[in-house]
């Protein structure tokens, strides 16, 4: 079990690191209608890997055979590491490659209110947004954000494997 985890979490951790990071490698940028779509997908698709390691550890491993435990047990060993990838990714881009991501992406979420609120409403909305940014707007936090989120994908997609994968 050990070596499917190690093999397939390191291909989780280099595709979540790296298609997480896609956009800003290519010179991208930032377009904030799109950064949560491409941001979720690349998520899914590092934790492919889930789905194959299992596939490896029931067909080349394990004679046939894996529970939905062991299953489940082996997904989210690979999700961890696709989550850190993701983490480590993400906390480098809002420390050092855009320090600024927090104040700039309040802003877009404020112009993006002032199109369908009344002014009452939207300086509501501003003054919760802004505490919540100060509260949780840290790198470190947005980190472990994005870390949780992967696993929860994760556990989500080890579920479903080993429903599908699953043999006595």
Excluded: C, W
């Excluded at 490659?97 to 104040?103: E, H, K, M």
């Amino acid at each position: 079990m050990k070596n499917t985890v190690i093999k397939f979490g390191l291909y989780a951790l280099i595709s979540g690191f790296l298609l997480f990071g896609l956009p800003f490698f290519l010179g991208m940028g930032v377009d904030y209608d799109y950064g949560e779509l491409i941001g979720y997908t690349s998520m899914i698709l590092s934790l492919l890997f889930v789905y194959f390691g299992i596939k490896h550890y029931r067909d080349k491993v394990n004679e046939g055979k894996i529970s939905l435990g062991k299953a489940i047990a082996i997904g989210m060993l690979i999700a961890l590491f696709s989550a850190i990838g993701v983490a480590v990714f993400d906390y480098i881009y809002t420390s050092y490659i855009n320090p600024d991501f927090a104040s700039e992406y309040l802003e877009y979420s404020i112009k993006k209110m002032e199109e369908t609120l009344s002014a009452e409403e939207v300086k509501l909305k501003t003054a919760e947004l802004t505490q919540q940014m100060e509260d949780y707007g840290s790198p470190s936090f947005m980190a472990l954000m994005m870390f949780v989120s992967v696993m929860i994908l994760g556990f989500i997609i080890s579920l479903i494997s080993g429903l599908i994968l699953q043999r006595k």
